[in-house]
């Protein structure tokens, strides 16, 4: 038995020994009857994974810490690089896609988590030679300078004009706030996006 705090002999490390040894003692010991509980975990080498990428089904073989972005730049054949990772930490939303058509960053997206899901990324908008409305819309209204953000803040806005097709401009506003354009041209993509309209969920 510990002793108490007004007992001679009494320190904290024969204390903090103690309290220690009571968890041990408690995390073992398990009520009768009680199962003993098992993990199935994967990897940590690759393991199979099916994506549903723009409507097609992508088998990769890959690291379960593989992010979305890197499984569809660095391991899909051919690679989608549409996407772009920009600063690597979900904070510039270059890398944006859409997941049941909610806008993630890809790249602090596992892959391995996105299974039976529908994926859209920036490689799948166009049709052929004909651009999706947004894509147009971005050229029309010159809503880019280098280009780097361009995708994810295009996927931002096909989620932002699914769900909103005729947004406010406080709705615009909020449905990009996770894109950052380093460049500046904030006045442009807000040009851009306000003048499309009747944009289907794809």
Known sequence: M???KDEPGF??????????ASGVAAGVLKAPGAEAQTVNAVGPGAVPVTLNVNGQALR???EPRVT????LRMHANPPQTGNKRGCDRGACGACTMLVDNRPVYA?????????????????????GDRLHPVQQAFCEKDALMCGFCTPGFIMASVGLL????????????KGLDGNICRCGTFNRIFEAVSSVKGVQRG
């Open 2 to 4: 510990p002793k108490r």
């Open 11 to 20: 320190s904290r490390r024969s204390f903090l020994k103690t309290v220690g």
């Open 60 to 62: 990769l073989s890959i």
């Open 68 to 71: 979305l972005l890197d499984a």
């Open 107 to 127: 790249c602090s997206t596992l892959a391995i988590e996105v299974q039976g899901k529908r994926i859209r990324n920036v490689d799948g908008l166009a049709s």
């Open 162 to 173: 699914e769900k909103h097709p005729n947004p406010t401009p406080d709705q615009i506003k």
